[in-house]
């Protein structure tokens, strides 16, 4: 906005009723604070999806270590029952399983941190934006 178009907006709201500017300046604000809980809830949303998708991966990595432990426990009998060939290629299959259960639960604790905390940031600092805002115009 240039200075003249500031002036002209200054003068026209001097000869405005203070009602009216008071009605206007409540819409305004209430306007904004639903924009800004629109925003937390997008923000909030986002996360829990996040958040959603490391718990499902957490969970598949868990459940791929328990059937990797199961091969590790059958190598061991195998290995006590035959002393040989079978038990090897059933814990090759569980170091397998277990480096897979690895790698997925790695995956899943970084989804779950790129979650945490579960407070909508972007939002509380365009707030925080927002109340300075109205601290400096008030002053003037």
């Known amino acids: 906005m240039t200075d003249p178009d ?4 200054a003068e026209n709201l001097q000869d405005r009723p203070t009602g009216e500017l008071v009605q206007q300046m409540s819409e305004l604000v209430s306007r904004l604070v639903r924009e800004e809980i629109g925003l ?3 923000e909030l949303r986002e996360k829990g999806k996040r958040a959603g998708l ?3 991966l957490f969970g598949g990595g868990s459940l ?3 059937y990797g432990l199961g ?3 059958t190598a061991l009998v195998l290995l ?11 814990l090759i299959v569980g170091v397998v399983l277990l480096a897979i259960a690895g790698v997925l639960a790695l995956v899943a604790k970084r989804q779950l941190s790129r ?3 579960p407070v909508p940031q972007e939002a ?3 707030v925080k934006q927002d109340v300075q805002t109205v601290k400096e115009r008030a002053r003037r």
């Open 6 to 9: 500031r002036r002209g907006a």
């Open 40 to 42: 937390a809830q997008a």
């Open 54 to 56: 490391g718990a499902g």
């Open 64 to 66: 791929v270590g328990l």
């Open 71 to 73: 091969a590790v426990v």
């Open 80 to 90: 006590l029952a035959e002393a040989m060939e079978p038990w090897l290629a059933a």
């Open 115 to 117: 979650a945490a905390p």
């Open 124 to 126: 509380v600092q365009s």
